[in-house]
Every structure is written in C-alpha cells, then in structure tokens.
C-alpha cells in the first residue's frame, strides 16, 4: 500500500498538465522554411505580414528560433523526458518554401493560399503535414518512418516514400515516384 502511495506521489509530476498561457507574439526575424518536431502542431495562415504566434504552450519552455532562413519550432528547448509539453502555433506567412515534421510535429492550412512557384516538404519518424490548400506548382515531397504528406502539386510532382510514409496529392502533375519498405503515393 505504502509502494503504490510511493510511487503515484512521484508519476504525479509527470501528468499534470503545462500551464496554460495566454496566445503570445513571438518577435522573429524573417524566415522562409519551417521545421516542427517533438509534437509540435502548426496552423499556416497566408498573409502579408509574417507573425508567429504561441497559441498554447509555455513561451519559457518551447523552442521557436530562426536559423539560416529556417523556422525551428520544439515544445521544449532541450528534451521534455517524462512529461507531455503541449504546444501549438499559429504561422502568418505570404512566402513557405520549405515545410518540414517530424517527431510528431504536425503542420496543418488555414484559409486560402494563392498559387506558389515551388515547395520542398518532408515528413518523418510520426511527423504529419497537411498543404492541400496551398497550390504550388513544383513540389518535392519525401515521407518515412510512418509520416504523411497531403499536398496538392499543380505541374510536376518528385515524390519519394518509404518506410511506412504516405504522400497523397490533388491536382494533375507530371509525377515522379519512387517507394519502397511499405511507402505509398496516391492521387486523392
């Protein structure tokens, strides 16, 4: 009895919820490409202004910084052993050319995008990444270790999945594919 008391006094810490705070202005500068990992989600908007915004999670313990034209987003700026961080944010942006998820980060559209001339996109290890809304006419997509790409591709596709990834896409490009180790493309 004394063990089991023991021991949920000490998993107590270990479930509780972070605290919530209030959506925060992140000051960035610019940045072209973005990189979610560790169960990250993302929401993109189109805009003219770029902005980021820390909807949920703790801004003293999440990860947002720019390097080399890369957006990094983490909910923890080291590792989160033992504990789920809980953070979402929300990306104003008029020029992505790069999306990247992983470690179950996950990046999902808002709203309407005008067309892009091109975009590299790649999901691994869990991550998930839903672009469907932005037309972009030459895409570049790589998917493995269980990730998913949905994106809608206007005049050439290069896709390659592998390793349990899936990339499904909409639109009628000229596609080149590669899969292997369980990978799949799909039209929608």
């Known amino acids: 009895m004394y063990r089991f008391a023991f021991a949920a006094l000490l998993a107590a810490p270990l479930v509780m919820a972070a605290p919530s705070f209030a959506a925060t202005d992140i000051p960035l500068p610019p940045f072209t490409a973005i990189n979610v990992h560790g169960g990250g989600h993302v929401i993109l908007v ?3 202004k770029q902005r980021v915004t820390l909807l949920k999670g703790d801004p003293k313990v999440a990860q947002l910084k720019v390097n080399g034209g890369t957006l990094d987003i983490s909910p923890c700026a080291t590792m989160c052993m033992f ?4 953070l979402e944010v929300e990306i104003v942006s008029s020029n992505i050319q790069a999306i990247e998820a992983h470690g179950g980060g996950a990046i999902d559209t808002k709203g309407e ?3 892009q001339a091109q975009m590299s996109i790649a999901a691994h290890g869990g991550g998930a ?3 469907s809304a932005i037309p972009v006419e030459q895409v570049s997509a790589e998917v493995h270790g269980g990730g998913v790409i949905h ?3 206007l005049s050439s596709l290069t896709a390659s999945a592998h390793g349990g990834g899936a990339i499904s896409y909409s639109g009628n490009p000229k596609v080149s594919a590669s899969t292997h180790g369980g990978g799949a493309i799909s039209k929608e």
């Open 83 to 86: 504990r789920h961080v809980e």
């Open 46 to 48: 189109h805009g003219a």
């Open 151 to 153: 994106l809608k591709a």
């Open 113 to 115: 995008f005008p067309k």
């Open 129 to 131: 990444i839903d672009v």
